[in-house]
């Protein structure tokens, strides 16, 4: 009986290891997602100071954009470095953009969510690549409120081949999806003659190959909801004056994300509000 009794605890306590050492090998892999995510968001921070002005990516070293001082490997650190310098350089006591560690953390943070979105590794991979393209836009454009082709054109390419080789789209499915969402824009381009840049229809193909046609068009229903929400009150406190520009892309990676994560419930509803109902 004893003997019994020692080799079910014994299996229990076995049962019990493995099932930690999953739950622990989950958490160590979202941490590493997490931490890979930063760095490269860190990456895209320097990504959307130095393509719009032409300058290479990997000369010169990190620097002060204001004192021009060689930046510490402490420095470097994404997220924890601007904390702890207060969003200042350590020498002169200039600003750090708020964008850097924003965009850091959006990085690590839509990596760990893709993770556990998308259930398998190429796909994800896929992901992890659009998101960046996506996040050196919002970068670019916040920077210089532009999207530079050396951008969007090869990212484009570049996502687009990423989701069909991984079979995350079909080849037809993904051309659609960037045909659609290059052609609506481009199409508010003409109309609002000009307002809407060209470089917003030139990202949508990025964006179109990635999501598809139909939540193409729902991220960019979204993206101007975002736009109109956030927007509207800046404009009327006087924060924003009349006629003065904003860049779009950020409520365009708002829309995006929406739709990666709550797209198909979100166009039921839709659906149950306006069609449904209708009938
Ligand atoms: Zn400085």
Redesign the pocket.
Known sequence: MYGCTSFLQGDELGLQNAWTAVTYGFVVRDVLVFAYGLAFGSFLTVVGDRIPQGLSLIHPPSH?S??G?RLHAWELIPVFSWLALRGR?H??K?RIPLRYPILELATGVLWVVTLHQVPIWPARLAWFAFWLVLLAATATDLSTMRIPNLLSLPGAVGVYGLFVLTHTRTWTHSLWGAGVGFGLLFLIHLLSKGRMGLGDAKLYLAIGAALGPWMSLESFVLASFFGTLIGLPLRWSGRIGAGQAIPFVPFITLGVVTTFLWGQPLWQLYLQWTVYRAV
Do not use: F, H, L, N
Request: net charge positive.
């Open positions: 002060c204001a004192c001082r350089c020498t002169c200039s």
